[in-house]
C-alpha cells in the first residue's frame, strides 16, 4: 500500500500528501490546519472554529452561495470541523472535480474577506450551537468533565470558546490569527481517491502560496497537577449522566495499543464486559460507553453512562469492579483474539471510503510525520500479550488517578 501514497514538502514548508486508490471514481481533498483550540490564549477562546465557520462566507474570488454550490452542482459536498489540536476544511468528489475542489479550498483558505455584518450574524450562530450542546447533557457534561480534568490549561477550554469571547471578536482578529498560525509550514494538503500526486503538487506550488503568513510557534503547555475532587452538576433532566474516567494516553505512547484493546473489552459494543453487566444482567442503562482520546502529550479515557439517579451507586460499584478484575485476572486467549479480532475489524473497515483515507494520511502527519501503514497497526494490535494487558491494568486503572463526574436532576 505504501508505494500508493506519496509525500513531499515544498520549499515554503507546505506537505503535500497522497493516496492514489484506483479502483475508486472519486477524491476527497483536505486542508488541515495544524492548529486547533489548544493554539489560543484565553482571550482567543473559540477564534478556530469561528474562523472555520467565517472561511464559508466568501473569499475576493466567490461569494458564499457560489461556494456552497461549487460542490453541489457537481453532486460532492464541501465541509469542515475544528477539534482541539488540528482544523480541516475538505470536499469529496468525483474525480474529474478534483481541481474545482482544490480550486475552492485553496481560495477559502487563502483568500477569506470577513464582511463584518457575517461575522455579527455568525456570533450569533456559535452562541446558539453553544446552547445546544449545553442543552444535550452527555455533551455538557463531557464538556466539563474535560475542563476539571485539564484546569487552568489550553486542553480544558471548549473548542467553541465561550460567549464572551465569541462576542468579542473583530475581522482583525481574524485576519491576525490566519497570520499567524496558517503559514504554509503549518497546512497539510491531504488527497486520497483516484488521484495523480505531480498534479496536486503542482497546483499547491502554484497556488498556495503566501507572502504575509508568518507562522507563530505555539508551546505546548505543562499540564497542572491533577485536582481528583468529583464533579456534581444538576440540570432540569430525567437521567443521571454518569462519567468515570482519567488523563489516558498520548497519541505516540508505547501502551496505546494496550488501551485501545482494554477500551475494546470493557466498553467496545454490545458483548463488551460493561454493556453486558450493566445493561443486560441489570438494566440499570440503556447507554453505556468507554471513550478515548489522545492528545499530543496527554489524552482522556473513561466511562460514560446514563441511568436513573437511583442506580448510580450501583452503576458505580459495577464499572469499578470490572476495571479492578483487568488488573486481578488475566484475560482468557479466546476473548483477547477476539477483542484483536473486532478493533483490527473497524480499523479495516473504516478505510473504506476516501474521507477516512485522507484523514489516515494527514493524522498520520500531525502526529508521526510519517505514513503510519494498516498492517504496522494491525501487527502492533496482534503483537499484544495476555500478560501486557494485566500488567497495563495494575497501573492504569488505580483508582486514585481517576475523577467522577455526576449531571443529576434537579
Known amino acids: 500500500m505504501d508505494d500508493l501514497i506519496t509525500k513531499?514538502?515544498?520549499?515554503?514548508g507546505l506537505t503535500v500528501v497522497t493516496e492514489h486508490i484506483p479502483s475508486v471514481k472519486s477524491v476527497t481533498a483536505g486542508i488541515w490546519v495544524k492548529s486547533g483550540a489548544r493554539h489560543e490564549t484565553q482571550k482567543q477562546a473559540g477564534v478556530t472554529h469561528f474562523l472555520e465557520h467565517m472561511l464559508?462566507?466568501?473569499?475576493?474570488?466567490?461569494?458564499?452561495?457560489?461556494?456552497?454550490?461549487?460542490?453541489?452542482?457537481?453532486?460532492?459536498y464541501l465541509n469542515a470541523f475544528t477539534s482541539t489540536e488540528y482544523t480541516?476544511?475538505?470536499?469529496?468528489?468525483?474525480d474529474t472535480e478534483l481541481t474545482t475542489a482544490l480550486d475552492v479550498l485553496s481560495d477559502m483558505v487563502m483568500n477569506p474577506i470577513f464582511p463584518k455584518e457575517e461575522i455579527e450574524k455568525e456570533k450569533k450562530v456559535v452562541i446558539e450551537e453553544m446552547k445546544m450542546y449545553r442543552d444535550s447533557p452527555d455533551d455538557?457534561?463531557?464538556?466539563?468533565?474535560?475542563?476539571?480534568?485539564?484546569?487552568?490549561?489550553p486542553l480544558g477550554r471548549p473548542i467553541l470558546g465561550y460567549e464572551e469571547t465569541v462576542s468579542a471578536f473583530s475581522d482583525a482578529d481574524l485576519f491576525q490569527y490566519m497570520r499567524d498560525r496558517y503559514a504554509p509550514e503549518n497546512l497539510i494538503v491531504a488527497v486520497a481517491g483516484k488521484v495523480d500526486h505531480d498534479t496536486v503538487l503542482q497546483y499547491c506550488q502554484r497556488v498556495l502560496t503566501s507572502q504575509d503568513r508568518q507562522l507563530v510557534e505555539h508551546p505546548?503547555?505543562?499540564?497542572?497537577?491533577?485536582?481528583?475532587?468529583p464533579l456534581s452538576l444538576t440540570k432540569s433532566?430525567?437521567?443521571?449522566?454518569?462519567?468515570?474516567?482519567?488523563?489516558?494516553?498520548?497519541?505516540?505512547?508505547?501502551?496505546?495499543?494496550?488501551?485501545?484493546?482494554?477500551?475494546?473489552?470493557?466498553?467496545?459494543?454490545?458483548?463488551?464486559?460493561?454493556?453486558?453487566?450493566?445493561?443486560?444482567?441489570?438494566?440499570?442503562?440503556?447507554?453505556?460507553?468507554?471513550?478515548?482520546?489522545?492528545?499530543?502529550?496527554?489524552?482522556?479515557?473513561?466511562?460514560?453512562?446514563?441511568?436513573?439517579?437511583?442506580?448510580?451507586?450501583?452503576?458505580?460499584?459495577?464499572?469499578?469492579?470490572?476495571?479492578?478484575?483487568?488488573?486481578?485476572?488475566?484475560?482468557?486467549?479466546?476473548?483477547?483474539?477476539e477483542a484483536k479480532a473486532q478493533l483490527k475489524g473497524k480499523l479495516l473497515l473504516s478505510q473504506e471510503n476516501t474521507s477516512n483515507r485522507m484523514m489516515r494520511l494527514a493524522k498520520s502527519e500531525i502526529y508521526y510525520k510519517r505514513h503510519v501503514d494498516l498492517d504496522e497497526l494491525v501487527e502492533h494490535?496482534?503483537?499484544?500479550?495476555?500478560?501486557?494487558?494485566?500488567?497495563?491494568?495494575?497501573?492504569?486503572?488505580?483508582?486514585?488517578?481517576?475523577?467522577?463526574?455526576k449531571l443529576t436532576p434537579k
Open 8 to 12: 513531499t514538502v515544498l520549499t515554503n
Open 56 to 76: 464559508f462566507k466568501g473569499t475576493k474570488n466567490r461569494t458564499a452561495f457560489e461556494i456552497a454550490q461549487s460542490m453541489e452542482s457537481v453532486g460532492g
Open 88 to 94: 480541516c476544511y475538505y470536499a469529496r468528489c468525483l
Open 140 to 153: 455538557y457534561l463531557f464538556e466539563e468533565f474535560t475542563s476539571h480534568l485539564f484546569q487552568n490549561h
Open 220 to 229: 505546548i503547555e505543562v499540564l497542572s497537577p491533577l485536582d481528583t475532587t
Open 237 to 337: 433532566i430525567e437521567q443521571t449522566h454518569y462519567i468515570w474516567g482519567r488523563r489516558g494516553l498520548h497519541f505516540d505512547d508505547a501502551q496505546k495499543y494496550v488501551l485501545l484493546l482494554t477500551n475494546t473489552l470493557l466498553g467496545g459494543g454490545m458483548s463488551s464486559r460493561l454493556h453486558q453487566n450493566i445493561r443486560e444482567k441489570y438494566g440499570y442503562c440503556y447507554s453505556v460507553q468507554t471513550f478515548n482520546q489522545s492528545f499530543l502529550e496527554t489524552g482522556i479515557w473513561g466511562v460514560y453512562v446514563g441511568t436513573d439517579k437511583e442506580y448510580v451507586e450501583h452503576v458505580h460499584e459495577l464499572v469499578v469492579e470490572q476495571l479492578n478484575l483487568l488488573a486481578k485476572e488475566e484475560i482468557a486467549s479466546k476473548e483477547l483474539s
Open 381 to 405: 494490535i496482534d503483537r499484544v500479550p495476555t500478560e501486557d494487558m494485566m500488567t497495563f491494568a495494575q497501573g492504569f486503572m488505580s483508582e486514585s488517578e481517576f475523577v467522577e463526574a
